[in-house]
């Protein structure tokens, strides 16, 4: 089996797992507690969050609320935001039209009790143009949130002169750096970040944990009531089992990050080559401000899900964009952001690698790819009227 969809969720590394175990048989006491096991646990907890301070430039383990994922960490940031935008009279908000659902339903509600939101266009590369970030900032502007890198096309946002420019208009800017942190270099000092969501499962940790970074000084409310955990902006006795785990993959991801990054790219770059092979297919997003392990194309005439399908049979696991939107007939909103018509949308492909992938697996996944996408073709009516000049070919 050659599994390629990383960016739905990764393997728990070796290291990680055995973090975690060995903390649910030893180190199972609640780090509330103030006898021996609970400030063990504590300690761990803490160690964890200074690892995470440590990989993404923070200065301080307070400015850490470690939460369920991504999801609650977008939902806590935005949420916030607004609550205090709110109180300001600030009731605008700047987005862009490819970000994750947990932005974007977030941002869907907040419009329903009241917020006016911005959708920056991403233009046919997947990439926001920071000047018009620059010229959507109204004086009720309270928050802009840009997703770091895209979790369909893998494009990779200019975050650090976006967040250059919220900080200049005195904006509070939020990215959810979910698909960036462990694979690419992310600083939130020097990339101007107030804000920054991420979770495990992402760089090889566990599902259902994740963190929030909020700057020192900036104000954050809490989604959840209860105890004083995370310095009462997350109630809840933590999940500490998942955070040491956390702390362990995310050391690793950055340790190793360059190197990994250097193995994955050349990967990414021979599957690109090979797909673009195939007759009237696009890689969909920018080719070089690009991660590390993203492959995404359409490929006209075909259906998507019957690729999938297919590709599973030959034991290859990929998606044709976010688990999110797999199982309903929307095509994508990521590729129909980028100006995809919904017939090319509808044949989409994203494979979504590491370094772990051999040279050998590659080339099947293009051979493959190459056979599939004939044979579905070859009973494809769209296929046979583009053929025969009825339609025109788009890509
Ligand atoms: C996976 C993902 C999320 C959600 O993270 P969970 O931990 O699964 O809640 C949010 N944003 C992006 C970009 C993602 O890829």
Not at 112 to 121: N, S
Not at 141 to 151: D, E, G
Not at 315 to 331: K, N, V, W
Not at 341 to 356: K, P, Q, W
């Amino acid at each position: 089996m050659i599994y390629a969809d990383n960016a739905a969720t990764t393997r728990m590394s070796d290291a990680a797992i055995e973090a975690m175990t060995a903390c649910m048989k030893e180190t199972y006491g609640n780090p509330s507690s103030l006898y021996g096991i609970g400030q063990k646990a504590k300690e761990a907890l803490e160690g964890a969050r200074d690892e995470v301070v440590k990989a993404i430039g923070a200065e301080d383990y307070r400015e850490i609320i470690f939460t369920s994922g991504g999801s609650e960490a977008d939902n806590q940031a935005i949420r916030s935001a607004a609550e205090f935008g709110k109180q300001a009279g600030k009731m605008h908000i700047i987005s862009t039209a490819f970000e994750h659902h947990a932005v974007l339903h977030t941002l869907k509600k907040l419009e329903k009790e009241g917020f006016e939101v911005t959708l920056l266009d991403v233009h046919e590369n997947g990439l926001i143009r920071p000047e018009e970030v620059e010229s959507a900032i109204r004086p009720d502007t309270c928050l802009v949130t840009i997703m770091y890198a895209n979790n369909e096309i893998g494009t990779i946002q200019p975050i650090r002169e976006i967040g250059a420019i919220c900080r200049a208009k005195n904006v509070l800017f939020h990215t959810d750096a979910v698909q960036a942190i462990g694979h690419i270099n992310v600083n939130v000092k020097e990339d101007n970040i107030d804000m920054l969501s991420a979770s495990a499962h992402k760089f090889h940790g566990p599902k259902g944990t994740g963190f929030l970074y909020v700057k020192k000084g900036i104000k954050i409310t809490n989604l959840i009531e209860g105890g004083a955990q995370e310095r009462g902006k997350r109630a809840g006795t933590e999940n500490v089992p998942g955070i040491v785990a956390t702390g362990v993959a995310l050391k690793e991801a950055i340790d190793n990050l360059e190197k990994n990054a250097e193995i994955t790219q050349k990967k990414r770059d021979r599957l690109i080559a090979g797909l673009k092979e195939i007759p009237h297919s696009a890689i969909n997003g920018d080719e070089n401000s690009r991660l590390p392990g993203n492959v995404n194309f359409c490929f006209e005439g075909i259906e998507g899900e019957s690729l999938l399908l297919l590709l599973d049979d030959k034991g290859i696991q990929a998606s044709s964009g976010s688990a999110c939107t797999s199982g309903s007939l929307d095509p994508s909103h990521v590729l129909l952001a980028i100006g995809r018509v919904h017939d090319v949308a509808h044949g989409s492909l994203r494979l979504s690698i590491n370094e772990e992938i051999t040279d050998e697996e590659v080339e099947y996944i293009i051979k493959s790819v190459k056979e599939v996408v004939e044979y579905l073709r070859s009973f494809s009516p769209i296929w046979r009227d583009l053929v025969a000049g009825k339609k025109e070919f788009i890509l």
